[in-house]
């Protein structure tokens, strides 16, 4: 047995890389091995301390360890209440519940009914389908190029990067991919206009007769698409894709996984456009730091008959204890408005960088979901209107990053996207912080690849 004075990153990562399935990820690109954390920071086994704007991939919205949800976790113990419930209601869950409605537009709330599902935003999508699905009684979804939604089998069937299904056949029929609105690599070539083209083309294939896409089951999105690379839907192409399904009675699936509690500076991302989604699908952010996942829907809906989604981690109490702390908290102190202003501060400080830097393609983002895109200014512009995408130097920008002490994350079309995901609670000095070191990184990165 090792003991706790004799270990160091590199004797974790070595047990880590030993032992664990190959299909490990986040390690392979930041190789740490985390001792503790609080709020924004976290410090490795060697004592060195890391500014964390990855942040559990959006899931610790108010960072590491925060007080109002670990007080909400020891509260739970002490009363001595159930961890695990199954499906079987406590006042715990009530609490969460009454707080999740009273989060949501009045509209929604007045005709809300809620799964729980499985403890990851993968089951909760997974529910999200047998849900229109059985409701509707079709089978065909419409998704959206570019949209992550899940690794399961159902979920990558429904997201678009390919790697992942290369080598898992028989995957969800009746799935059909959507161009959807990026204006730096705008599918139809033509930039911003991009959205009103992308509308027009859905529309018209619902209508056309010849399609050859049967009515579908309904239509899942992302508002700002996350893996994807940080790419922001416009509000106009949002409030059409809504009218569109509303007037062919298709159901409308909002994917808020990662946008959603605060992150994108509203609580949900789906009211920047005013809109009233059929399904909404919660994870991440909403257990207060713990593993939690639900499908709020209409309860027109409701249709599926007992036990048509189970699964044994749905009563996860503690989570809801949590999830429900962290809400009001977040509400209270008004971190939807915050994360919306130090937004704003990230995308001008880094948007005025990129006039200087011929390897930015894009700066954008919504909130505190922001991306920064690597390119090759050496080679002509694609047919997408967009510079060719430089992984390469995404990742010695991240790379630069860590030796620097802050971890980022990369994603978007061929890993070129350099993404900001930071707790809500970051302080205006810690953004300023992320900012200085990001622009050394990025000079420091182009001038070695250089």
Request: hydrophobic share 35%; charged share 20%; net charge negative.
């Amino acid at each position: 047995m090792i003991t706790q004075e004799k270990t160091t990153n590199n004797t974790l990562l070595q047990q880590q890389e030993n032992r664990e399935s190959n299909a490990r990820s986040y390690p392979r690109r930041i190789p740490i091995a985390i001792d503790h954390a609080e709020g924004i920071f976290v410090t490795d086994m060697d004592g060195k301390r890391y500014l964390d704007c990855l942040a559990g991939a959006g899931t610790l919205a108010l960072g590491h360890n925060h007080p109002v949800s670990v007080e909400a976790m020891k509260q739970v113990i002490h009363d001595k209440r159930p961890l695990h419930t199954l499906d079987i209601t406590t006042p715990v869950k009530e609490d969460f519940v009454s707080e999740v409605f009273s989060s949501l537009p009045e509209n929604m709330a007045d005709n809300a009914k809620i799964q729980f599902c499985g403890p990851t935003g993968g089951d909760g999508i997974e529910a999200a389908l047998k849900l229109v699905k059985t409701a509707t009684g079709r089978s065909t979804i419409l998704t959206f190029q570019g949209g992550y939604h899940g690794s399961t089998h159902g979920t990558m069937s429904i997201s678009g990067n390919l790697a992942p299904k290369e080598r898992v056949p028989g995957l969800m029929p009746d799935t059909h991919f959507l161009p959807y609105p990026y204006a730096y690599r705008c599918p139809y070539g033509v930039g911003e206009e991009g959205h009103k083209l992308s509308s027009t083309y859905i529309e018209n294939l619902l209508d056309d007769p010849e399609s050859g896409i049967l009515p579908p089951a309904a239509m899942i999105l992302e508002v700002v698409q996350g893996e994807g690379g940080s790419v922001p839907a416009p509000i106009e192409w949002l409030q059409e894709m809504r009218r569109i399904t509303k007037e062919r009675g298709i159901p409308l699936i909002i994917d808020e996984i990662q946008t959603g509690i605060g992150r994108t500076g509203k609580l949900f991302a789906f009211e920047h456009a005013g809109i009233t989604p059929d399904v909404v699908v919660l994870s991440k952010a909403i257990g207060g730091s713990l593993p939690l996942s639900v499908v709020i829907y209409d309860k027109e809906l409701d249709k599926w008959n007992p036990g048509a989604h189970i699964g044994t981690f749905r009563g996860n109490q503690m989570a809801m204890a949590a999830g429900t702390a962290s809400l009001k908290y977040i509400k209270e102190n008004r971190l939807h408005e915050h994360a919306d202003r130090m937004g704003e501060k990230f995308l001008s400080a880094l948007s005025t960088f990129k006039e200087d830097v011929a390897e930015i393609g894009d700066v954008r983002g919504r909130g505190l979901m922001l991306g920064v895109e690597m390119v090759d200014p050496s080679k002509p512009a694609t047919k997408t209107g967009g510079l060719p995408a430089n992984p390469a130097l995404a990742s010695l920008v991240q790379r630069e990053c860590f030796d620097r002490g802050l971890i980022l994350e990369v994603g978007g079309r061929h890993g070129s996207v350099i993404r900001i995901l930071p707790p809500l609670i970051i302080t205006e000095e810690q953004v300023e912080e992320v900012i200085a070191i990001l622009q050394d990184a990025v000079r420091s990165a182009v001038g070695n690849l250089g």
